[in-house]
């Protein structure tokens, strides 16, 4: 029972449109009270009723280490008594971006207070030093809500975008080109007809916007290597998966591997250990550009600030090989367990990582490559399954288009309580109504 957190969702709508600050969490793709949530403690969340849930959302990716990571609270606690912000330089800022260059392929980095701050400057920084207007993004690949990158594909491939929402200019959404993702002979196209104009190509590092929709192999390198014959900028946005996939990201088990860099790589989520706090970074002269160094404007009141950056700086050091090895195996073990009960209850479905990260596309859904495949999922009976879940403690993501996530701090402990709660799950998954029974 929630009761407390219906009457809060109605406090809520009343001055809050739809009653939420970000729309997933309101429940919209799975119907049901969003529950609010009144404390976290390693993997688990605790709402306003008292009830107790498994965290399989970790905060959307930040919450690499669990909630209230002791020693994160403790770095926290001394950065607060030192004041909030101060608008200065300061230490702590320096050896968190220290720690992100030692991490990753960037050789400079700017700090900023949310991912779309930072995919949106990556774009003015590629506009700037290229000259040029056009971006490349692939439909389903979410950057936060930046205009240009709010668009979807006109009628026609490698045509100039369309407004994905109202309040999106038409002449904003026109600069941006929308592709399938992993489709070569898409972005060849594109770049055949409009390479002398495209400043930059955005991609997720490996989406997880969409469900989780790996890069076939190779994907990346083959776009790196298109920006630069066209002399257009690649840049890797690892909000997501940036120090939570591997210390080093998506790139330290791609790119590193392969052999290529990124020109440009954006960071948020783990990096900021639960604050605001977010980056971009990369190849040291396009990073020149930026004022007050060179001519190319981005500025922000609480960029670095002393508290997230503690945070970030806290988090970041305790996430060592160990810490890696435990959330990969956690990922392994819940994702495993999870899809062998839908089999064994007859539900089809498709399993897909990335590493630690990992969703479920329910239905007869062949294997997902880009945002149209994943539409084919059935996503009334991810909603069962999702309530099912909820009711027996364990929070998952509440939207079929999702990344699940865990943390080292989910012990044996917060797994088999997730374990515990799947065939009762993957019978309701079982026994809704697919899509295709009301056709
Ligand atoms: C979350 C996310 C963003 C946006 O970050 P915010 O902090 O929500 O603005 C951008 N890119 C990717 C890949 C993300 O997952």
Same mark, same amino acid.
């Given at each position: 029972?929630?009761?407390?957190?219906?009457?809060?969702?109605?406090?809520?709508?009343?001055?809050?449109?739809?009653?939420?600050?970000? %729309?997933?969490?309101?429940?919209?793709?799975?119907?049901?009270?969003?529950?609010?949530?009144?404390?976290?403690?390693?993997?688990?969340?605790?709402?306003?009723?008292?009830?107790?849930?498994?965290?399989?959302?970790?905060?959307?990716?930040?919450?690499?280490?669990?909630?209230?990571?002791?020693?994160?609270?403790?770095?926290?606690?001394?950065?607060?008594?030192?004041?909030?912000?101060?608008?200065?330089?300061?230490?702590?800022?320096?050896?968190?971006?220290?720690?992100?260059?030692?991490?990753?392929?960037?050789?400079?980095?700017?700090?900023?207070?949310?991912?779309?701050?930072?995919?949106?400057?990556?774009?003015?920084?590629?506009?700037?030093?290229?000259?040029?207007?056009?971006?490349?993004?692939?439909?389903?690949?979410?950057?936060?809500?930046?205009?240009?990158?709010?668009?979807?594909?006109?009628?026609?491939?490698?045509?100039?975008?369309?407004?994905?929402?109202?309040?999106?200019?038409?002449?904003?959404?026109?600069?941006?080109?929308?592709?399938?993702?992993?489709?070569?002979?898409?972005?060849?196209?594109?770049?055949?007809?409009?390479?002398?104009?495209?400043?930059?190509?955005?991609?997720?590092?490996?989406?997880?916007?969409?469900?989780?929709?790996?890069?076939?192999?190779?994907?990346?390198?083959?776009?790196?290597?298109?920006?630069?014959?066209?002399?257009?900028?690649?840049?890797?946005?690892?909000?997501?998966?940036?120090?939570?996939?591997?210390?080093?990201?998506?790139?330290?088990?791609?790119?590193?591997?392969?052999?290529?860099?990124?020109?440009?790589?954006?960071?948020?989520?783990?990096?900021?250990?639960?604050?605001?706090?977010?980056?971009?970074?990369?190849?040291?002269?396009?990073?020149?550009?930026?004022?007050?160094?060179?001519?190319?404007?981005?500025?922000?009141?609480?960029?670095?600030?002393?508290?997230?950056?503690?945070?970030?700086?806290?988090?970041?050091?305790?996430?060592?090989?160990?810490?890696?090895?435990?959330?990969?195996?956690?990922?392994?073990?819940?994702?495993?367990?999870?899809?062998?009960?839908?089999?064994?209850?007859?539900?089809?479905?498709?399993?897909?990582?990335?590493?630690?990260?990992?969703?479920?596309?329910?239905?007869?859904?062949? %294997?997902?490559?880009?945002?149209?495949?994943?539409?084919?999922?059935?996503?009334?009976?991810?909603?069962?399954?999702?309530?099912?879940?909820?009711?027996?403690?364990?929070?998952?993501?509440?939207?079929?288009?999702?990344?699940?996530?865990?943390?080292?701090?989910?012990?044996?402990?917060?797994?088999?309580?997730?374990?515990?709660?799947? %065939?009762?799950?993957?019978?309701?998954?079982?026994?809704?109504?697919?899509?295709?029974?009301?056709?």
């Amino acid at each position: 029972m929630h009761p407390e957190s219906e009457q809060w969702f109605e406090r809520a709508r009343a001055v809050t449109p739809g009653g939420v600050n970000s %729309p997933v969490r309101a429940f919209a793709a799975v119907g049901g009270t969003p529950r609010f949530m009144a404390s976290g403690q390693g993997a688990w969340l605790t709402d306003v009723d008292g009830n107790s849930y498994v965290d399989l959302v970790c905060s959307w990716g930040p919450m690499l280490l669990g909630h209230a990571h002791p020693e994160v609270l403790a770095s926290v606690g001394a950065a607060i008594a030192r004041g909030t912000s101060y608008g200065t330089p300061t230490t702590t800022e320096v050896e968190l971006a220290e720690e992100i260059v030692a991490r990753t392929p960037v050789e400079q980095v700017r700090l900023v207070s949310s991912g779309t701050e930072a995919t949106m400057s990556a774009i003015r920084l590629a506009r700037g030093f290229t000259g040029r207007d056009v971006v490349v993004k692939f439909s389903g690949c979410y950057h936060g809500h930046v205009d240009s990158l709010l668009a979807s594909a006109g009628s026609g491939l490698a045509t100039l975008g369309v407004s994905a929402t109202p309040g999106v200019p038409a002449s904003s959404a026109a600069q941006t080109i929308v592709l399938p993702f992993n489709d070569r002979a898409a972005v060849e196209a594109a770049f055949a007809e409009h390479g002398a104009s495209i400043a930059c190509l955005i991609t997720e590092a490996s989406p997880g916007n969409m469900g989780v929709v790996p890069p076939l192999p190779g994907f990346n390198a083959f776009l790196a290597e298109i920006c630069s014959r066209y002399g257009a900028l690649f840049v890797s946005d690892e909000v997501m998966t940036g120090f939570r996939v591997s210390r080093s990201g998506q790139w330290g088990t791609d790119g590193a591997v392969e052999g290529w860099v990124p020109d440009l790589s954006t960071f948020g989520k783990v990096m900021g250990g639960g604050f605001p706090a977010a980056a971009f970074g990369g190849r040291a002269d396009v990073m020149a550009m930026l004022s007050p160094q060179g001519p190319v404007y981005q500025a922000g009141t609480l960029s670095g600030n002393p508290v997230a950056t503690a945070a970030g700086l806290a988090t970041l050091r305790l996430a060592t090989e160990d810490v890696y090895a435990r959330v990969d195996h956690v990922a392994a073990t819940i994702s495993q367990a999870a899809s062998e009960a839908l089999s064994a209850a007859g539900v089809p479905h498709r399993l897909q990582s990335n590493g630690n990260m990992f969703s479920i596309f329910f239905g007869e859904v062949a %294997p997902v490559v880009d945002y149209a495949t994943a539409q084919t999922q059935d996503t009334d009976v991810f909603t069962a399954f999702f309530h099912a879940m909820l009711d027996a403690g364990v929070y998952l993501p509440p939207s079929a288009y999702e990344s699940w996530f865990v943390s080292s701090a989910h012990d044996d402990r917060a797994v088999q309580h997730v374990l515990d709660a799947l %065939p009762a799950a993957a019978a309701a998954a079982a026994a809704a109504p697919s899509r295709k029974d009301t056709r």
